[in-house]
């Protein structure tokens, strides 16, 4: 049986040919780079987190991994506390140790690149109660990996979890992790938000539905709960180049908080499909109506060519010529936790 091949919105490719793959070679020779600068590292609020269950708590483990807590569920994204990405070791410690970190309600899978899906650090997470979700294409492979608690997902299709709705939407990428299952499975990124009335705990198994029949998304943006009233909803990009999906999950949902990537752009004309520049970041920020952004993807593997300082001298830059207030995007260290109070949506 021929296996499905999975493809970007209007069908933009990826693909490179191996004359462009010498090229960048040939171009890296000529390249001196400094990696003096690092991300800060802070101590994480290790009593804080444990205890919480009341905030909306975002933490920086690295590249694209978040602990995430919302309205009760302990997440986390792209689990990868790998020492070494191929032959490239780690720019940074993990902002968590991953023995420290609280009992896993939920892992949200976006791809399956090695840089975002790593099995050693999911067996070191994954407990009974945790679920596993993965994109469509995705949850085969991971049961013959072991884990059998995994739920895979459609773009646009949703599941609850307690009082919380689970959202994968699309994102502008490709994924290989052998020679011969390229796109074989999805990508795309989650949109977290309240779920009002909730009807099941977290502990409880899930019900998946596809979002593609309800009016709401076809009409405007999803009733959801301002950080006011509640968590605020929060978009969790993944790995993606710039597209028009932004402008499309801005009118689905009223997105207060964005985990953006930023980095492993160099080459713009290598990497311009699959990784957004700093500018293109800002830009889909904007598109998607989204309130705050927190940049991620960058400063923990050497990925492309540009180092983590340019990507946020880039990012300051743009986001004075577009006029974006300063508050608005946050920029956190490793293992730095932003914590957002729901009665006024103040945020620490």
Same mark, same amino acid.
């Given at each position: 049986?021929?296996?499905?091949?999975?493809?970007?919105?209007?069908?933009?490719?990826?693909?490179?040919?191996?004359?462009?793959?010498?090229?960048?070679?040939e171009?890296?020779?000529n390249?001196?780079?400094?990696?003096?600068y690092?991300v800060?590292?802070?101590?994480p609020?290790l009593?804080?987190l444990h205890?919480?269950?009341?905030?909306?708590?975002i933490t920086?483990?690295?590249?694209s991994?978040?602990?995430i807590?919302?309205y009760?569920?302990n997440?986390?994204?792209?689990?990868?506390?790998?020492?070494k990405?191929?032959?490239?070791?780690?720019?940074?410690a993990?902002g968590i140790?991953?023995?420290?970190?609280?009992?896993?309600?939920?892992?949200?899978?976006s791809?399956s690149?090695?840089?975002h899906?790593?099995?050693?650090?999911?067996?070191?997470?994954?407990?009974?109660k945790t679920?596993?979700?993965?994109?469509?294409?995705?949850?085969?492979k991971?049961?013959?990996?072991?884990?059998?608690?995994?739920q895979?997902m459609?773009w646009?299709?949703?599941m609850?979890l307690?009082?919380?709705?689970?959202?994968?939407?699309?994102?502008?990428?490709?994924?290989?992790?052998t020679?011969f299952?390229?796109?074989?499975s999805?990508?795309?990124g989650y949109?977290?938000?309240?779920?009002?009335?909730?009807?099941?705990?977290?502990?409880?198994?899930?019900? %998946?539905?596809?979002?593609?029949?309800?009016?709401?998304? #076809? =009409? +405007?943006?999803?009733?959801?709960?301002?950080?006011?009233? $509640?968590?605020?909803?929060?978009?969790?990009?993944?790995?993606?180049?710039y597209f028009?999906g932004?402008k499309t999950i801005?009118?689905?949902?009223?997105?207060?908080?964005?985990?953006?990537?930023?980095?492993?752009?160099?080459p713009e004309w290598?990497?311009?499909s699959?990784?957004? %520049?700093?500018?293109?970041?800002l830009q889909g920020f904007? #598109? =998607? +109506?989204s309130?705050?952004m927190?940049?991620?993807?960058? $400063?923990?593997?050497?990925?492309?060519?540009?180092?983590?300082?340019?990507?946020?001298?880039?990012?300051?830059?743009e986001?004075e010529?577009l006029?974006?207030?300063?508050?608005r995007?946050?920029?956190?260290?490793h293992?730095?936790?932003?914590?957002?109070?729901?009665e006024?949506?103040?945020?620490?």
């Amino acid at each position: 049986m021929p296996k499905i091949r999975y493809n970007n919105i209007d069908n933009v490719s990826t693909d490179k040919t191996l004359k462009e793959f010498k090229q960048w070679r040939e171009q890296r020779r000529n390249k001196v780079k400094d990696y003096s600068y690092t991300v800060p590292k802070h101590p994480p609020e290790l009593d804080y987190l444990h205890a919480n269950r009341d905030d909306t708590s975002i933490t920086w483990i690295g590249h694209s991994t978040f602990f995430i807590q919302y309205y009760g569920l302990n997440i986390v994204t792209d689990p990868v506390w790998a020492e070494k990405m191929g032959f490239q070791r780690r720019l940074g410690a993990p902002g968590i140790p991953i023995q420290d970190i609280p009992p896993l309600d939920v892992i949200l899978i976006s791809h399956s690149h090695y840089d975002h899906l790593h099995l050693a650090s999911l067996r070191k997470l994954i407990t009974a109660k945790t679920l596993l979700i993965v994109p469509d294409g995705l949850k085969r492979k991971m049961i013959r990996k072991g884990f059998h608690r995994c739920q895979e997902m459609k773009w646009w299709d949703h599941m609850t979890l307690g009082g919380v709705k689970i959202t994968f939407v699309p994102a502008q990428h490709w994924t290989r992790r052998t020679l011969f299952d390229t796109n074989t499975s999805h990508w795309g990124g989650y949109v977290l938000e309240p779920n009002r009335p909730a009807t099941t705990s977290a502990a409880e198994s899930a019900a %998946t539905t596809s979002d593609q029949d309800q009016s709401s998304t #076809e =009409s +405007g943006k999803n009733e959801t709960a301002k950080a006011s009233d $509640g968590p605020p909803v929060l978009y969790f990009v993944g790995d993606t180049g710039y597209f028009q999906g932004f402008k499309t999950i801005g009118e689905r949902f009223d997105i207060g908080v964005t985990l953006m990537p930023i980095g492993a752009y160099d080459p713009e004309w290598f990497m311009t499909s699959q990784h957004v %520049t700093p500018e293109e970041a800002l830009q889909g920020f904007v #598109e =998607s +109506g989204s309130q705050l952004m927190v940049p991620m993807h960058y $400063g923990t593997f050497k990925l492309a060519d540009d180092t983590p300082k340019e990507a946020l001298d880039r990012l300051e830059v743009e986001r004075e010529r577009l006029g974006i207030g300063k508050e608005r995007i946050r920029v956190l260290g490793h293992g730095e936790t932003l914590r957002i109070h729901h009665e006024n949506g103040k945020q620490d």
